[in-house]
């Protein structure tokens, strides 16, 4: 039977031995292509797009959240300035190879068959430089450093990849150009953290001010604001401000969530250790721990 065509038994690119490099079907189709005498359209001389290229910055926490416009120094391959990517002397022209014709192909009859291959004297080009370029050697592609302005958007994240179309590697043969991608790494903040849009804080506060209530200042990026904490708060609470997180170009804006802390003073004088005995003292018989040993012991 024909099991062997669908279970890897034959292929028909080592027939023609392709073992490597085009695709079987490329293959089959530059052989009837030269077979029936249609020539195909796309040898060295087509026009190919040029590479992606990738980099990276670092900007801070602030340019994170608010966006800014950040130099970046790029060495990268770019259409050679003095022959203007032709690859010929300023001066002359690329002429067509004669021996392809300028197609860049040539046809090739081995037997009944007939092949199309990259033409030999102008490695599949299509044209011919006879004084090259000295600055590129004829490639009309050179190294060359230049400096972008790059405008990061409010709110970009840390490992973010930036596309910037048409920044990449110069095409080919009048190609289109690649793009740049710009991997972006963000500088922690001492102060804030970062949880979507919302900015995030933690506030130290004492025992007092969350037992007795109070207002307390705490930092913005922009400034400060006050922050009402009502009586009887937990320590690890979260509160929330609105409107005083990351605004994104579309408009919409976070929140900053203040976490609150107790802050355990590591030293007392003596009038404060006093008082605090005496408040020890008049709340003995609450005990804090008294639910969570219930509850263990009925869990088990």
Known sequence: GFDGFGSGGFDFSD???NRGGASGAESL???FGGLFGRRRGGGGNRAQRGADVETEISIDFTEAVRGATVPLRLSSPASCQTCGGS???VGTSPRACPNCGGSGLVNRSQGAFAFSEPCRDCRGSGKLIDQPCPDCAGEGV???TRTLTVRIPPGVSHGQRIRLAGRGEPGRNNGPTGDLFVLVHVTPHPVFGRDGDNLTVTVPVTFPELTLGTT???PTLD???SLKVAPGT??????RVRGKGIERRDGRVGDLLVTLRVSVPSKLDDAARAALEAYAEATAD????AEILRRAEDGR
């Open 286 to 289: 609450h005990d804090p721990r």
């Open 29 to 31: 189709g530059d052989l």
């Open 142 to 144: 050179t190294t060359q």
């Open 87 to 89: 690859g010929a002397k």
């Open 223 to 225: 400034g400060r604001v």
């Open 234 to 239: 937990a320590s690890g609470r979260t509160l």
């Open 216 to 218: 307390l200042t705490v």
């Open 15 to 17: 027939m023609f031995g």
